[in-house]
């Protein structure tokens, strides 16, 4: 056995107990010959105590432990000496006098100090076996096994159950780019990894199963942002028979059960639900951060006669003028409006027009409004001394996005998310649904499915699938779960009827051969008595960063892949033998022109 309790566990009460501990040497610390090791296990810490005058050869012997040696201490709990008790401890009571040490293993230099801030996250994954002893991100491995175990044990509860799907798999029209595997069985011919397993789930319902969820991996070939990984973890989930709501309370109560799970934390239910258009009409967003106000103010009527031509251009050319109010932001720094700006032209805006509110109303803009324009400036954005307003004119997409951007940006600035009354943190969920069905693109110049090609229209909006200039207004019967302006899960009820089906891929451009060629599988089992039915895929990397307080999803992932989308410990990807590439008659474009 090599121990008798862990680290974190002996307390005043277990005072003159034997006991044996295992670990690592966390600190180690000599006082004129005394030597304290602050033994660490997963759990916790314990303070070990080898005085020389107690026994010289043991104290001898942890004279040359360093940090991070593997060791086995036995011993008697004593009471720390009066005054020096640790009160941020569990275990700052006690301490263990050794009778016996083990050294089990010894560690080389270390890359860097186990307990110090890293911020050379490369440094970190290249050593992620050693990075993840730290606390924190032991902490955040356990409290994403208890998410996992509550969302098994929550959807077991409600009568799902858990179908693993291929992992080599056909490519599925997730929006995304897929990996490719090549057969070495019949060369020239890919799998590709799943971007999600959007049509295996499907076909489960058309197999009778009726709730399935998989806790599944995916794989998208995307850039990489602090919340994207080029592989991933969805709550994967579908129903068959189940409506907009039942997903709605099924998604609840399982993220409620999770949070009771990791944090013990109670959430509110119900959440709230906004339409698309009043999510990106409000907030600029599809996944609005509502922990603050600042919200859009549309003042398009106001402005219809206006003589300030930005405004009544947009407004003649059908688009929309709409404002913000940054209370107290008058102050801005030439760097922050440069920077606002800057913002507004990415998305999409000719500049941005601003009014300071420092005594006078501040701005080049403002001598063009007529008084009625002003009065209605001032009430409806309860405009205030110090205040700064922001204006979008354009398109209603682009006027929204671009004050939407702003929006949070602005509250960046002025630290405005943060925790709620008496410190707690806040947690806003809410759902955004009716989504519209369509993107437009405008360099592939067609219509892509804005979710999947499987999400069904809006019964009320289905008659407009026969008229292409309609397509934009359809709206789909499509959701979003937003947890603090993040998009922690989407889904949608599926299209179950072939026809239906066959309409929605002609209407993205698939010609009947396309359709059989890449979804005949789909379209067949529809037409053999497919049920109603739909679902949605939380992510539960995502998830668990916001649980942990963590910035980005990779502090969540035992071992992910940098930025660059690199496995910087193991070296991936990387070269691979010729042999293996003739194997798969594959040849290098790189080779060729050696
Ligand atoms: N497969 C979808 C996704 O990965 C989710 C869903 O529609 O259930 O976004």
């Known amino acids: 056995m090599y121990r008798t309790t862990d680290c974190n566990s002996l307390r005043k009460g277990d005072i003159g107990k034997e006991v044996t501990l295992a670990g690592w040497v966390h600190v180690s610390r000599d006082h004129g010959g005394v030597i304290f090791i602050d033994l660490r296990d997963r759990e916790g810490i314990t303070q070990v105590v080898f005085r020389p005058e107690e026994n010289a050869t043991l104290a001898k012997q942890a004279h040359g432990l360093r940090s991070e040696d593997v060791i086995q201490v036995s011993g008697k709990i004593a009471a720390r000496v009066s005054g020096t008790e640790n009160s941020k401890l569990a275990t700052g009571d006690i301490e263990l006098i050794p009778s016996e040490l083990k050294i089990l293993n010894r560690a080389d230099d270390l890359p860097f100090p186990i307990d110090a801030d890293i911020h050379n996250e490369d440094l970190r994954l290249t050593y992620r076996y050693y990075d993840l002893r730290r606390p924190e991100l032991s902490r955040n491995l356990r409290i994403r096994h208890r998410a996992a175990k509550a969302t098994r044990d929550y959807l077991d509860s409600q009568g799902y ?49 009726e709730k399935y969820f998989q806790i599944a991996k995916c794989f998208r070939d995307e850039d990489l942002r602090a919340d994207r990984q080029l592989e991933f973890t969805q709550i994967d989930i579908e129903g068959s028979f189940v409506t907009t709501d039942d997903i709605f309370a099924l998604t609840e109560g399982m993220l409620s059960a999770i949070f009771k799970a990791t944090r013990n934390i109670d959430i509110k239910t119900p959440f ?142 002025q630290h ?105 599988h789909l379209l067949r089992a529809l037409r053999l008595g497919a049920p109603p039915h739909g679902g949605i895929a939380p992510g539960l990397d995502r998830i668990v960063m916001l649980i942990c307080g963590a910035s980005s999803i990779r502090d969540v992932i035992a071992f992910p892949k940098n930025n660059r989308g690199m496995d910087l410990m193991s070296q991936s990807p990387a070269d691979v033998d010729p042999r293996q590439l003739g194997e798969l008659a594959i040849k290098l474009a790189s080779e060729k022109k050696v």
């Not at 069985?185 to 999600?196: D, H, S, V």
């Not at 002609?506 to 009947?512: H, K, P």
């Open 161 to 209: 159950i858990e179908i693993e799907t291929p992992i080599l798999s056909k490519s599925t029209p997730e929006g995304a780019r897929d990996f490719l595997v090549p057969s070495r069985l019949m060369p020239g011919k890919f799998y590709a990894l799943p971007q999600a397993p959007q049509q295996y789930k499907q076909l489960l319902q058309v197999a009778g199963v």
């Open 272 to 413: 709230d639900r906004l339409t698309y258009r009043e999510a990106v009409g409000r907030f600029g967003s599809d996944k609005p951060d509502r922990r603050f106000g600042m919200e859009l103010v549309d003042l398009s009527d106001d402005f219809r006669s206006s003589n300030f031509k930005v405004f009544r251009g947009a407004l003649d050319a059908g688009g929309v003028v709409k404002a913000i109010n940054a209370k107290n932001f008058a102050s801005l720094t030439i760097g922050q409006s440069d920077e606002l700006t800057e913002i507004a032209k990415t998305f999409g805006a000719k500049g941005l027009a601003f009014i300071k509110v420092e005594g006078e109303w501040k701005s080049p803009i403002v001598k063009f409004f007529s008084d009625a324009e002003k009065n209605a400036l001032k009430s409806k954005l309860k405009i205030e001394e110090g205040d700064l307003i922001l204006f979008g004119a354009d398109k209603w997409e682009i006027a929204c996005e671009v004050l939407g951007r702003i929006r949070l940006r602005v509250a960046e600035y």
């Open 416 to 520: 405005l998310i943060g925790k709620g009354q008496s410190g707690s943190d806040v947690w806003d969920f809410l759902w955004v649904y009716d989504f519209p069905l369509f993107l437009w693109s405008a360099e592939e110049n067609k219509w892509n499915a804005m979710h999947h090609p499987f999400t069904r229209p809006k019964a009320e909006d289905m008659a407009l699938l026969d008229d292409r200039n309609k397509f934009s207004e359809i709206r789909a019967e499509a959701y979003d779960v937003v947890l603090n302006g993040v998009e922690i899960g989407g889904g949608s009820i599926r299209i179950h009827e072939p026809p239906l089906q066959a309409k929605m891929f002609a209407a993205l451009g698939l010609t009947t051969q396309d359709q059989e060629r890449q979804f005949g």
